[in-house]
């Protein structure tokens, strides 16, 4: 068909480093370069997951580069200073209501109140 020659090849994204269409060959300056800049990455992306805490660890978990990474939690922590007041009045006001509810062990309770006080 007269389509296919328009179509033209995808480049595949491997943990954010662009690779060349099939078909293309790289030579040894190019392939360790690549190499390099995805060892970069994951170092990158493996000091990302020791730094941060679990409940955070698992929102950013499906991120595909460093990159991403950062700027997903750019995005969710850095806000207006009205938002980020308004965040912070919420959580106290929790923080202040807080009580132990009928039944709930107290390391339930410590971990709600730890929950409430990270998020500040």
Known sequence: MAFETFV?????RFDGVAERATGTTL????????EGQKLKDLKVKNYFFQAIDRPILETILSKETSKDIWDSMKKKYQGSARVKCAQLQALKRDFETLQMKDGESVTSYCARTMDISNKM
């Open 8 to 12: 033209q090849p995808v480049i595949p």
């Open 27 to 34: 030579n040894d300056k190019q392939k360790s370069e690549i």
